[in-house]
């Protein structure tokens, strides 16, 4: 079977496929024909080297998501069978609950293998069914942006209402999947981007107001004068260094800021928190019971997640340079399928 493997971290180029064995399944395992696989900008730090504090394995098989088909399962599996359609959990020990520190040692394409090879041994556990409407592309978005989405909008401290106001950062993947699943509960949602092609596509998806933070620099404030001075009740924070003071600036007292993905606070200040009884919540993708919880809405209203591109197996290393500009709106895909 092809598999990709990192042999060194120098980014896309550290990407070598090779040939291995397809594995067989042990008790408990399941054999998963991979048919598609999303990148996230996680896996642009991986390929460079540059994410989380220890030395990653070497030759590390990257990226966490993915779907494909079970074509054989080992004794004793009763959560799926042969031909059911599926998606790994970004972390395969997380399946309900509040998140553990040992949880972040099963997160896939970074202490352990990923999904970027054509058959992939999960445990039974860490596997969901996918949503009957949803391709096996579409499906390979969802273990890590939308879940951490989900988890930020309905699983967090401070879950979101239907007629509130949220704050969007960029148009990304976890963007881009908040703004359906705020639309899908009622909410009102303002998109931030330096794009005005990007704030365009937006609005025709759902967005209710949009703000170019190159035209407006100072952009809480325009976040504020649409919403009549209050601030939103939700901020889906992506951004870096610079972004958390004015999320927090836009931000009504007693809403919720969701800090998400690799973020610099710079010189942040939170006396304007303790002021205004604030939650700043940190959000680390969620669990299979989110997970669950999330496709549940997917197929009740058919919900289809937003790709901007969809590369062939051989194409990964432009996958992932794609991605590294910052051109896309939604999720970047790589497919298996021959």
């Not at 998501?65 to 790994?88: F, I, L, S």
């Not at 509040?98 to 949880?103: D, G, S």
């Not at 703004?179 to 990007?198: C, E, M, P």
């Not at 590369?311 to 896309?328: G, N, P, S, T, V």
Request: proline fraction near 4%; charged fraction near 15%.
């Amino acid at each position: 079977m092809r598999v990709y493997t990192l042999s060194h971290p120098t980014g896309p180029a550290a990407l070598v496929q090779v040939e291995r064995p397809i594995p067989e399944p042990a008790r408990g395992q399941v054999l998963v024909r991979m048919k598609a696989a999303s990148l996230n900008y996680r896996d642009l730090l991986v390929a460079e080297g540059r994410y989380g504090r220890a030395e990653l394995p070497r030759d590390l098989v990257p990226l966490s998501d993915g779907a494909g088909e079970v074509v054989a399962v080992g004794e004793a599996v009763t959560r799926v069978a042969v031909g059911d359609r599926v998606a790994g959990l970004f972390m395969q020990g997380w399946l309900a609950g509040a998140l553990a520190p040992e949880y972040a040692g099963t997160a896939l394409g970074g202490v352990i293998d990923g999904v970027l090879a054509d058959y992939v041994l999960f445990d039974q556990h860490g596997l969901v069914r996918l949503p009957d409407h949803l391709s096996y592309a579409q499906g390979a978005t969802l273990p890590c942006a939308a879940v951490t989405a989900w988890h930020a909008l309905f699983a967090s401290a401070r879950p979101l209402t239907a007629g509130q106001q949220v704050l969007l950062l960029g148009t990304g993947g976890v963007s881009m999947f908040a703004l359906q699943f705020a639309r899908a509960a009622g909410a009102q949602i303002i998109l931030t981007s330096s794009s005005d092609a990007k704030l365009a596509r937006a609005q025709a998806l759902g967005a209710h107001a949009t703000i170019n933070y190159r035209t407006h620099p100072e952009w809480q404030d325009e976040v504020l004068r649409l919403t009549g001075g209050l601030g939103v009740d939700h901020v889906v924070e992506v951004g870096g260094a610079g972004t958390l003071q004015r999320s927090v600036r836009a931000t009504r007292p007693g809403g919720a800021v969701h800090l998400i993905g690799v973020l610099s606070a710079g010189d942040f200040n939170p006396i304007a928190v303790m002021q205004r009884g604030l939650v700043l919540d940190g959000i680390f993708v969620g669990s299979r019971e989110m997970f669950e919880a999330m496709n549940r809405l997917l197929a009740a209203q058919r919900l289809e997640p937003l790709i901007d591109r969809i590369f062939a197996f051989d194409e990964a290393a432009a996958a992932y340079r794609y991605l590294a500009a910052q051109e896309h709106i939604g999720k970047v895909v790589i497919s298996l399928e021959s």
